[in-house]
C-alpha cells in the first residue's frame, strides 16, 4: 500500500499513452504490408504453322420449311346466261327487173360480083405476069451491079493491102541491112581498139588466132571477167589479149539503144599479127 501511494498519478497516463502508440504504430504496419503474392512466369511451348488447318465446319441445322398458308378457296359466282331475243327475220322483197329486148341489126349480104368475061380475065393474067417479069429483071440487074461493085472495092483494099504490106517488108528489111551494116562496123571498132592495145611482141612471130567471149553493159564497160573460149597455144599471147580487152574500156557501141541486146554478148576473133 506504501508502494502504491508514492506512485505518481502521471506515470500512469504516459504508460497508458505509450502502449496505445505502439499499438497504432503496429496497425499501420499490418494495413501497409503488401498481401499480393507474385506467381512465377509460366513459360508455354508454341507450335508454328505455314497455313492455318482447315476447321470443319459444322453445317448448321437447316430449318424445317414453314408450311405454306392454303389460301381460301372462295365460291366462284356462276355468270348468268342472259336469254338472246328472238328477233324477227327480214321479209326479202324480190324485185325482179325485167331487161328490155335489144333487136339485133339485120346483116346485109354483100353483093356477088358477077365474074368477068373469060376474055378479059386472060388478059389480066398477061399483063400482071409481064409486070412481074419486068421487076424481076430490074432487081436481078440492080443485085448484079452491086455484087460487081463489092468486088471492085476487095480487089482494091487486097491490092492496097499488099502494096502496104510490100512496102512494110521492104522497110523492115532495109533496117535490117542498115542494122547488120551498123552492128558489124562497131563489131570492128571494138576488135581494132582491143587488137591497139595487145603488146604484140608476146604472141611471138606466128600467126596465133584466139577466141574470146565477152560481156558488154550500156555504157561500153564489162559486166564481167572475159573469158577465153580458144586459147593461141601461147599462154603469155593470150594473157596479152585478156589485159588488152580491160585496157579498151569503154569499148565503143552505136548510138542505137534497140541494137545493145546484140553487144551484150559477143564472141570476138583475135588474130594479134594481122595488122
Known sequence: MMLRQREN?????????????????????????????T????????????????????????????????????????????EPEVKP????????EKKPVKKEPVKKEPAKKEPPPPAAKTNDVLAKLQEEARQDALKNKSITKSNTNDALKKLQQES???????????????????SAGVVDEFKARIQEKIRSNVNKTLCGSGSPELKF????LPTGELSGAPKLVKS????????????????????????????????RNLKLTFHPNEN
Do not use: Y
Open 232 to 263: 593461141s597455144g601461147n599462154a603469155a599471147c593470150d594473157d596479152a589479149v585478156e589485159r588488152a580487152i580491160r585496157m579498151s574500156e569503154p569499148l565503143p557501141l552505136p548510138p542505137d539503144r534497140t541494137l545493145f541486146s546484140q553487144f
Open 213 to 216: 567471149e565477152i560481156g558488154l
Open 39 to 82: 506467381h512465377p512466369i509460366s513459360i508455354a511451348q508454341v507450335e508454328l504453322w505455314d497455313s492455318v488447318p482447315a476447321t470443319e465446319q459444322k453445317a448448321a441445322p437447316v430449318p424445317a420449311p414453314a408450311p405454306e398458308p392454303v389460301p381460301e378457296q372462295k365460291e366462284i359466282p356462276k355468270p348468268v346466261m342472259a
Open 160 to 178: 492496097l493491102s499488099e502494096d502496104k504490106a510490100a512496102g512494110e517488108q521492104k522497110a523492115a528489111a532495109a533496117k535490117s541491112a542498115a
Open 9 to 37: 498519478p502521471d506515470s500512469l497516463k504516459a504508460g497508458a499513452l505509450s502502449v496505445l502508440v505502439h499499438v497504432l504504430l503496429l496497425g499501420a504496419l499490418l494495413i501497409s504490408f503488401n498481401w499480393k503474392t
Open 89 to 96: 327475220e327480214p321479209k326479202v322483197e324480190i324485185a325482179i
